[in-house]
């Protein structure tokens, strides 16, 4: 499958990459570039958008272990799980109807009961629910918050006067009242037909008066509890009015609702928060169900790889290595204390770990970000070893993010046909991936100079190679001459054997005529690194070529003093150049590799491509503009 990389980052919008940039999932990927091109922003977009593929990245392998003395378990996100497991426990604390009806001094079901059977029932149920209260209820319920604990306990009654009212259609002084006492009277004991409908009815004088009595004796009741209650504090014109407040009010209302408004104090933020919390208990159980099954998933890969795993990790190690199928955890028993070993051992464990239960598991693919950045070369080629080996395998593939370039160099020592190498640049501010030439695989190290070097009829690889040649001892020695610029134009002669008729004025005229536009502009890999190469030695053989040109006597000396000359007593700022600034001069990428030339370009990848493209055309621009006169 292959998967086009701007489709991938349509919404990422400080990333504007090549429409024909692509990776194949069926396919082994070396991709090298330097940091800022956005190769962690493609791998996190990768990982959410294909969660079936395999991935390893330092974030995860943080979450693969925990620590204990002499020993470390093993199960991916065995640290998230705890925090999630002690966020769920807190989560149920805030949840619990204790914590709400505690401060109410309600601590057991039947002081809940005592006040109503629906409290008891959520008492009983322990965690308060996610509660739907709408507007115009939550105000009914108010005009009855003074009241709120006698229509509580009373609740079923009230709603029974309600509906003994709704069948009857009375109120205290209606009208069907009367009428329905006179039929009362004037109906016999066995009258079965209505004298008002002539329907056929059965005992409907004795069903009349039951309804009469039945409602009469449960308002008395009500009404007699809310004097009892509230006749101390209220005249008896307010108590009839009142009660006709409570009694239309549960109308409503629904019995689960009053309950809420009573554990939540009539609070719209508490029931507010209390939902949020809901939200996020759902949100923190999916995690724990992700994270137990990820969990799973990783063991029972690993059992899959038993035998090889822990014959590793015993032969690197001496651990002994134990399977616990209960807790879905592999224990690593080391001969020492964990916390004497270095990161860069810890973190090999846990890397080979990784790759053993992609190994062991059912995905096809295993994408990596910077697998060896952080470990030794011996450890370097154990995990190259391991990389090589993967793609060995029928139906693996590995795609690696890499901004190291002992990557490239160390997998195509082991497996020169196993993988494809790509580079990422950043030209005209769009991210480039380009194949790195098939013919570079041929070396062992397909990233030295002498890959760059081995067309002697590009004249620039005359000057790459004379600074392979240049005596390291002898700043002063004549190859080393046309890699400054001091009171002249020099050019070589026959004493320089190949390098006859090399000269500095190459550098200048590089910058000076704007080569480096068009030399940059290139995505051929061999090309590109080196015109960076050349370009990052020119800007400074120009620098001291304008130098030059702003001072009355021979600049002969190194490059910092040459700079130093012209910012004496802690001066930044040149005089009538107010952008030339000794730290400008000092401070860039060109300025960092001066101390040794041959050793510092011996592999130009290493600090020439880790230079973005579009960074040395803005430093040359910078640059050159800072040797502009003030007018």
């Given at each position: ?13 400080f ?5 024909n ?27 959410n ?17 925990k ?14 799980l ?21 401060p ?7 002081a ?9 029932k ?14 115009k ?36 002084k ?12 004037n ?16 005992n ?85 169900n ?9 063991f ?106 002992d ?9 020169q ?8 640049d950043?030209v ?47 700043p ?58 050349i ?22 000396d190194?490059y ?8 004496k ?36 990848f290493?600090?020439?491509?880790s ?21």
């Amino acid at each position: 499958m292959e998967i086009m990389l701007n489709d991938l980052l349509r919404d990422v919008e400080f990333l504007d990459i090549d429409e024909n940039a692509k990776i194949d999932s069926e396919k082994n990927f070396i991709i090298f570039g330097s940091n800022g091109l956005g190769k962690t922003t493609i791998y996190k977009n990768l990982k959410n958008k294909y969660p079936d593929f395999d991935y390893l990245d330092y974030e995860e392998t943080k979450d693969l272990f925990k620590k204990n003395k002499s020993k470390i378990e093993i199960s991916l996100g065995i640290n998230k799980l705890e925090d999630l497991l002690a966020q769920k426990e807190q989560i149920e604390k805030d949840l619990s109807i204790q914590t709400f009806l505690k401060p109410k001094h309600i601590t057991s079901k039947k002081a809940a009961k005592d006040i109503s059977v629906e409290l008891e029932k959520k008492y009983a149920a322990k965690e308060i629910s996610k509660i739907d209260l709408e507007v115009k209820e939550f105000k009914e319920i108010k005009k009855i918050d003074r009241y709120l604990g006698y229509v509580l306990h009373n609740f079923k009654a009230l709603q029974e006067i309600n509906d003994i009212s709704s069948e009857l259609e009375v109120v205290d002084k209606n009208y069907l009242r009367q009428a329905l006492s006179l039929l009362d009277k004037n109906m016999d004991n066995d009258t079965s037909i209505c004298p008002v409908c002539g329907s056929h009815v059965v005992n409907l004088k004795q069903l009349v008066h039951q309804k009469i009595e039945q409602l009469s004796q449960i308002r008395n009741e009500c009404l007699n509890r809310f004097v009892e209650e509230y006749g101390s504090q209220l005249s008896n014109e307010s108590i009839s009015e009142e009660f006709l407040t409570i009694k239309n009010a549960v109308k409503n209302i629904t019995e689960e609702n009053l309950v809420n408004y009573f554990v939540v104090d009539g609070s719209v933020d508490t029931i507010k928060r209390i939902n949020e919390t809901h939200i996020k208990k759902d949100e923190v159980s999916k995690e724990i169900n992700d994270c137990l099954h990820k969990q799973t998933e990783l063991f029972y890969s690993l059992i899959q790889q038993k035998d090889m795993y822990t014959d590793y990790l015993q032969d690197n190690f001496n651990a002994a290595v134990d399977f616990d199928s209960i807790k879905k955890v592999v224990e690593i028993k080391l001969e020492r204390n964990v916390d004497t070993y270095s990161t860069g051992e810890i973190n090999l464990i846990l890397f080979i770990t990784k790759l053993f239960s992609f190994l062991g598991s059912e995905k096809q693919l295993l994408i990596i970000d910077d697998p060896i950045s952080s470990y030794d070369l011996v450890n370097q080629y154990h995990i190259v070893h391991h990389l090589c080996r993967i793609i060995t395998n029928k139906g693996k593939h590995v795609i690696v993010f890499t901004h190291n370039p002992d990557v490239i160099n160390v997998v195509n020592s082991q497996n020169q046909s196993g993988y494809s190498y790509f580079f990422f640049d950043k030209v005209n501010n769009t991210v480039i991936m380009n194949p790195l030439p098939k013919d570079m695989k041929s070396t062992g190290n397909v990233l030295e100079i002498d890959n760059l070097i081995k067309d002697t009829t590009i004249e620039a690889n005359k000057y790459l190679s004379l600074t392979l040649k240049r005596n390291d001892k002898d700043p002063k020695d004549t190859l080393s001459s046309v890699l400054h610029y001091d009171n002249g134009f020099v050019t070589l002669g026959d004493e320089a054997n190949d390098f006859k008729g090399c000269s500095n004025k190459f550098f200048v005229d590089y910058i000076e005529l704007n080569t480096y536009l068009n030399d940059l502009n290139t995505n051929d890999f061999e090309a590109l690194c080196r015109a960076k190469v050349i370009a990052l030695l020119s800007i400074r053989v120009w620098i001291e070529y304008k130098l030059a040109t702003l001072s009355a006597v021979p600049l002969e000396d190194t490059y910092f003093k040459k700079v130093d000359k012209f910012f004496k007593n802690n001066q930044n700022v040149l005089k009538g150049y107010p952008n030339l600034k000794r730290d400008l001069l000092i401070n860039k990428k060109v300025m960092l590799n001066q101390n040794c030339h041959a050793n510092s370009q011996v592999y130009p990848f290493y600090y020439a491509l880790s230079v973005k493209t579009d960074d040395i055309l803005k430093e040359i621009k910078e640059i050159k503009h800072a040797f502009e006169k003030n007018v």
